[in-house]
Nanobody, 124 residues
Framework: QVQLVESGGGLVQAGDSLRLACAAS????????MGWFRQAPGKERELVAA????????YDAGSVKGRFTISRDNAKNTVYLQMNSLKPEDTAVYYC?????????????????WGQGTQVTVSS
């Protein structure tokens, strides 16, 4: 079992920055991949960014490339999402997720455990 707890969401203005954090517990953190997803009202959950277990490989969705950065600190059992130059279209509930099977990174079904989500709202 893996437990995930997100933090760092909030209400900001367009152009501002936020850093989300996801603290993991229950299994050896460095043994599984991590991802950040988001879901806006009426839309499907989509991958924002993902990072492999050792942190050597990352993936960013095209819509956030150059603005968002995923990173992990295996000593602190935490994955981060640094979000810069936020836009109103980034408004969503953001979820972190753990992939313990070692399968691909891109789709929600590849992840085994999910956090409860944290709301990010960007006003124009």
């Amino acid at each position: 079992q893996v437990q995930l707890v997100e933090s760092g969401g909030g209400l900001v203005q367009a152009g501002d920055s936020l850093r989300l954090a996801c603290a993991a517990s229950g299994r050896t953190f460095s043994s599984y991949h991590m991802g950040w997803f988001r879901q806006a009202p009426g839309k499907e959950r989509e991958l924002v960014a993902a990072i492999t277990r050792g942190g050597g490989t990352t993936y960013d969705a095209g819509s956030v490339k150059g603005r968002f950065t995923i990173s992990r600190d295996n000593a602190k059992n935490t994955v981060y999402l640094q979000m810069n130059s936020l836009k109103p279209e980034d408004t969503a509930v953001y979820y972190c997720a753990a992939n313990v099977r070692g399968s691909g990174l891109l789709r929600p079904g590849m992840y085994d455990y999910w956090g409860q989500g944290t709301q990010v709202t960007v006003s124009s």
